[in-house]
């Protein structure tokens, strides 16, 4: 049982290039989640997804798009990455669709974008 | 939208004395409150949550938090630190729709 982890876990990417951030868990659950955590701004949230095949925009979703083709993944794309886009991105899931429910983090993503 | 305050960015404490983590929250609705833990390098970890009953919460790891309505407070507290509480935590909230983070607090334990 892994949890949640991300791919990849480093990435450095020139202004205009695009990437996707995977995703995976293994517990089965429902909703998933992905934020950014930048200094002194704590964690915002970008996307999430409340079961296969829904997205929906969290609190800073412009400039990325989501996909959750399969129950147990989560991708973040980045059409065309932005030096504002320079953060850690940190994916997390949760078992139902209950705001009290604990949500398990993956170990995050630094994306560098120069 | 919510917002959640952490009183305090930097907390140094000597080993073996006690703490307290400062949060508020905006809300005057009903919430539900959590503190997480960040350890380096790593992902978030639920330390502990209020959602109902009792005001005075446990976690993991001998913290423990106590909500107060009034004041729209959720404190996190320690009686006796160790060198392996050094982490950053997180206050966060929900409105049962999403979460909020505050800024976090980076706790130092001091040998």
């Known amino acids: 049982n892994a949890g949640v982890t991300q791919t990849p876990k480093f990435r450095v990417l020139k202004t205009g290039q695009s990437m996707t951030l995977l995703c995976a868990q293994d517990?089965?659950?429902?909703?998933m989640y992905w934020y950014r955590q930048d200094p002194g701004m704590g964690l915002r949230l970008i996307h999430y997804?409340?079961?296969?095949?829904?997205?929906a925009k969290g609190e800073v979703p412009d400039g990325y798009n989501v996909s959750r083709l399969k129950k147990q993944n989560f991708l973040l794309g980045l059409e065309s990455a932005a030096p504002s886009q320079t953060s850690v991105y940190f994916c997390?899931?949760?078992?139902?669709?209950?705001?009290?429910?604990?949500?398990?983090f993956g170990p995050g993503t630094r994306l560098t974008v120069l | 939208a919510q917002s959640v305050t952490q009183l305090d960015s930097q907390v140094p404490v000597f080993e073996e004395a006690p703490v307290e983590l400062r949060c508020n929250y905006s809300?005057?609705?009903?919430?539900?409150l959590f503190w997480y833990v960040q350890y380096p390098n790593q992902g978030l970890q639920l330390l502990l949550k209020?959602?109902?009953?009792?005001?005075l919460v446990k976690g993991i790891n001998g913290f423990e938090a106590e909500f107060n309505k009034s004041q729209t407070s959720f404190h996190l507290r320690k009686p006796s630190v160790h060198i392996s509480d050094t982490a950053e935590y997180f206050c966060?909230?929900?409105?049962?729709?999403?979460?909020?983070f505050g800024t976090g607090t980076s706790l130092t334990v001091i040998p």
């Open positions: 997390a899931s949760s078992r139902i669709a209950d705001p009290t429910d604990t949500q398990y």
């Open positions: 966060a909230v929900s409105d049962g729709n999403q979460f909020y």
């Open positions: 997804s409340v079961g296969e095949g829904t997205t």
């Open positions: 809300s005057s609705v009903s919430v539900y």
């Open positions: 517990m089965n659950h429902e909703y």
């Open positions: 209020y959602l109902s009953g009792s005001t």
